[in-house]
């Protein structure tokens, strides 16, 4: 079964520290998804990764970064926390190629910047 | 662009009856779409996919979605729903299209069955 993993369940974090989110999967999936869920909006995408070093931006980059450094974890960082970032945040790896489109997900860490 | 549109907030249902969770789609090319589950502070699960073939899908659970081109419509069902069934479920696209390798999701449907 896929595995995917992330650092924290819970973080609390005030406003303008840096923070750092986690995620490792462990079945040699190529991309590398960073989503936020928000009641009523569904998930959206932050970024996603396709190759070790290589990202894309997804529909709601502002505010965030990514880093890929090894094919296994990509990690979120929001370089100055704000309230409005507040949110669950999803991790998800899928294949690149064939017919396994499907993602999947690590449990989400629920962030709350005060 | 894609985008999915799942056009209800909460559907209720009694344990033992039949339940249907909608799902619409707007994309360029052929759809893949998908339906995961997400129970109380979790991740999301799969549940089944469609990418090509029989309208027809089955998935875990015995849920099952048709895929309907015409309509552009890719509802979840269930015969006979359980009250461990009820969860925030959410449809998923991609278009072949534009090669754009993540999913679109809808805004989520949250299942009550109720005993």
């Known amino acids: 079964d896929v595995k995917v993993t992330q650092s924290s369940r819970y973080l609390v974090k005030r406003t303008g520290e840096k923070v750092f989110l986690e995620c490792v999967q462990d079945m040699d999936h190529e991309n590398m998804f960073w989503y936020r869920q928000d009641p009523g909006l569904g998930l959206r995408l932050i970024y996603f990764?396709?190759?070790?070093?290589?990202?894309e931006k997804g529909d709601i980059p502002e505010g965030y970064s990514v880093s890929r450094e090894k094919k296994e974890r990509f990690s979120l960082i929001l370089e100055s926390a704000s309230t409005n970032q507040t949110s669950m945040y999803l991790c998800?790896?899928?294949?690149?190629?064939?017919?396994?489109?499907?993602?999947?997900f690590g449990p989400g860490t629920r962030l709350t910047v005060t | 662009a894609q985008s999915v549109a799942q056009p209800e907030d909460q559907v209720n249902v009694a344990e033992g009856n039949p339940l249907t969770v909608k799902c619409t789609y707007s994309v360029s090319g052929n759809p893949y779409l998908f339906w995961y589950v997400q129970y109380p502070n979790r991740g999301l699960q799969f549940l089944l996919k469609?990418?090509?073939?029989?309208?027809l899908v089955k998935g875990s659970y015995g849920f099952e979605a048709e895929f309907n081109k015409s309509q552009t419509s890719f509802h979840l069902k269930k015969p006979s729903a359980l009250v461990s069934d009820s969860a925030l479920y959410f449809c998923a696209v991609r278009d072949s299209y534009t090669g754009r390798r993540a999913l679109t999701f809808g805004s989520g449907t949250r299942l009550q069955v109720q005993p």
């Open positions: 990764s396709y190759d070790v070093k290589m990202k």
């Open positions: 469609y990418i090509t073939g029989d309208n």
């Open positions: 998800a790896s899928s294949l690149s190629g064939g017919s396994s489109y499907e993602q999947y």
